[in-house]
């Protein structure tokens, strides 16, 4: 036998035991998954927990892309509370009112802590706490933040409703004319966008940006805090747990125009600080100033502090804003008949020659009931942000482990045929009582509820009238094409976000 048959051999013994330990690999790996496959099934027949669908270990049960309607299917099969893995993370859902209630509102300090989040976490960092606002854990400090925030925003005693109503009216008057110049048919959403950021710069920072292409330094910090809403969005739920994310070339691009923010952020901070007159508040940051100085906030803001929750304002908010308003103008071109309702009340009690203000909200019922019906409807947060159980505790009578992530459905709320009839259709007078006063159902749950309940829901509100008002008592909204069918579908941006596919609409000039 010659070496090259010895050199042949000895290859193919090789060979065979190589494959021989792929095949026992194979074979042991099937027996794990097998293994730990029977535990989870084990595990759940025993337990008080939560029923739900069978979860593959190492992918889960639910496709993040549509989960806003696989979590409400799943509620006709398991019921109103029940179990589910995203992304290898075990999550409660809730669907009903009543669990949803006795979850946040009754029983809101037991689930108030937020799921870890590793990129947010190193992003609003302070020593070894998480000093961000969203995603904190609920603390003393945190309730201290939360009562600043509606003190600024909604009635308490550091609001300028006033001052606020002006700069985003200014900021209005200059969508209006964006609006009219458009001669095609257009995207409103690539509008709406960056002039809702410039009305959260103006109301926190006192600056306003000349939101065109030509100014580098708002496209800037448009692009900055885009990424930073898409960095939240992706780490909901926190798919990407591996401590090797947080070194990747995305991550490292998103800490360094975090940083940009901050450096930015921080010039604005000490230039407010070094011209600051507590008698003359011009906005959000002089409200912090005289907070601090007026020892309201007890010691608990540091500087970082106030960066971090100036940083996550700035960031958070007018994305969702923009998004509901364009479902909204998308509504307005789909129905034209509610369109002129809603024209003919604001004709009726503003009249042509003025503008909308806020002072006229009591006046206008039909109005608010349509925007209520669009927050419905769009459902632009199908989920709230997760809750996690700060301790083991009951809900709805199962029992919830310490550290459970739980997921509110709103979408499920808000086409529930208990409280709703014919769901899926828009109709505002469902917000109407007698069809002369406007009617909130408790069902009706856009912005959450409870100690972690959304703090800009004021402004986001304040803006979504002042919008909407200014566009429809000006502008008919119309489709691209007027022999065509118009409709819109929805696509869910990472669990967070329920957003239109891009639609285009013409906005044409009301004869006055």
């Not at 960056?194 to 496209?219: A, G, M, Y």
């Not at 994310?245 to 800490?255: A, C, G, P, S, V």
């Not at 709805?396 to 208990?418: A, E, F, M």
């Not at 200014?470 to 579908?489: C, G, V």
Request: charged share 25%; hydrophobic share 35%; proline share 6%.
């Amino acid at each position: 036998m010659s070496a090259t048959d010895d050199n042949s051999l000895t290859f193919l013994r090789i060979t065979d035991t190589t494959w021989e330990n792929v095949e026992m690999s194979l074979w042991f790996s099937m027996v794990v998954i097998l293994a730990v496959t029977l535990f989870i099934l084990w595990r759940r027949k025993d337990d008080n927990y939560p029923p739900g669908p069978f979860n593959w270990p190492l992918i889960g049960n639910i496709q993040l892309n549509k989960a806003h309607l696989q979590l409400t299917n799943l509620k006709n099969k398991y019921g109103d509370i029940y179990s589910v893995t995203i992304s290898r993370k075990n999550i409660v859902v809730l669907c009903s009112l009543d669990s949803i209630l006795e979850c946040l509102h009754y029983n809101g300090d037991a689930f108030a802590n937020r799921p870890s989040c590793p990129v947010l976490r190193s992003l609003y960092k302070s020593g070894d706490k998480n000093e961000g606002f969203i995603t904190a854990d609920y603390d003393d400090k945190l309730e201290q933040k939360r009562d600043f925030l509606q003190d600024c925003m909604v009635d308490g005693t550091y609001c300028l409703e006033y001052d606020t109503e002006m700069k985003i009216g200014s900021e209005v008057q200059d969508v209006l004319q964006k609006f009219i110049r458009e001669k095609a048919p257009f995207n409103p959403f690539n509008l709406l966008y960056p002039s809702f950021l410039n009305v959260t710069l103006s109301i926190i920072f006192s600056q306003w940006h000349r939101n065109d292409e030509k100014d580098t330094n708002f496209q800037e910090i448009l692009k900055s805090l885009t990424l930073r809403a898409k960095c939240l969005k992706q780490t909901f739920p926190n798919i990407f747990p591996l401590p090797s994310f947080l070194e990747n070339l995305r991550f490292k691009q998103i800490k360094e125009r975090m940083r940009l923010q901050h450096e930015y952020q921080r010039k604005l901070i000490n230039f407010h600080k070094d011209t600051f007159n507590p008698c003359v508040l011009r906005d959000l940051t002089d409200q912090l100033l005289v907070y601090v100085e007026n020892g309201d906030d007890k010691g608990l803001f540091a500087s970082s502090d106030m960066e971090n929750i100036l940083l996550e304002i700035s960031g958070s908010g007018f994305e969702s804003t923009a998004v509901c308003l364009t479902w909204l103008l998308g509504y307005m071109a789909m129905y034209p008949g509610i369109q002129s309702q809603v024209q003919e009340e604001l004709d009726k009690v503003i009249g042509r020659k003025n503008n909308p203000s806020l002072a006229d909200q009591p006046k206008l019922p039909y109005t608010l009931a349509t925007i209520c019906e669009a927050h419905r409807m769009a459902s632009v947060m199908p989920f709230l942000y997760p809750h996690q159980a700060v301790k083991n505790t009951v809900l709805q009578g199962y029992d919830i482990p310490k550290d459970t992530w739980i997921l509110c459905n709103v979408w499920s709320l808000h086409y529930d045929t208990r409280y709703w009839k014919n769901p899926k259709k828009f109709d505002p007078t469902r917000f109407l009582k007698d069809e002369k006063t406007i009617s909130i159902p408790d069902c009706f749950l856009p912005f959450g509820i409870g100690v972690r309940e959304c703090p800009g829901e004021s402004l986001a509100t304040l803006n979504l009238f002042l919008y909407f008002t200014h566009i429809l008592h000006r502008m008919n909204i119309r489709p691209a094409d007027d022999k065509m069918p118009f409709h819109m579908e929805g696509e869910l941006e990472y669990l967070l976000l329920h957003k239109p596919k891009p639609f285009r609409i013409r906005a044409i000039r009301r004869d006055n």
